[in-house]
């Protein structure tokens, strides 16, 4: 029904720079968190950059100083700055929405996951 769309991927030289978006296909509930994973080929997706609802944030040691998530919690949209980017930085990048609604009297999360973009680094 409601899917993340992704833009921005594509091919960079190293130390380029590229901005991915992220922004749901329609209305989603109460955002409680973003936040990027990549995945490379053969390897484990991993946590890259995490947004929390109160502004909080957080980045994996290898992207810190060089990275940037940004979010607009009315919109739903969440950003990734990336700049000096690296080779071994080249996998696909997957935007994640977690949202939060009432069941009852209970509060149920929900997780929603882009369909990944990719981000190729090369020279």
């Known amino acids: 029904q409601v899917q993340l769309v992704e833009s921005g991927g594509g091919l960079v030289q190293p130390g380029g720079s590229l901005r991915l978006s992220c922004a749901p296909s329609g209305s989603i509930e109460t955002i409680y968190s973003m936040a990027w994973y990549r995945q490379a080929p053969g390897k484990q997706r991993e946590l890259v950059a995490f947004l929390s609802g109160v502004g909080n944030t957080k980045y994996t040691d290898s992207v810190k100083g060089r990275f940037t998530i940004s979010g607009d919690k009315a919109k739903a949209t969440v950003y990734l700055q990336m700049n000096s980017l690296k080779p071994e930085e080249t996998a696909v990048y997957y935007c994640?929405?977690?949202?939060?609604?009432?069941?009852?009297?209970?509060?149920?999360?929900?997780?929603?996951w882009g369909q990944g973009t990719q981000v190729t680094v090369s020279s």
């Open positions: 994640n929405i977690k949202t939060n609604y009432a069941k009852g009297d209970e509060l149920i999360g929900r997780t929603y």
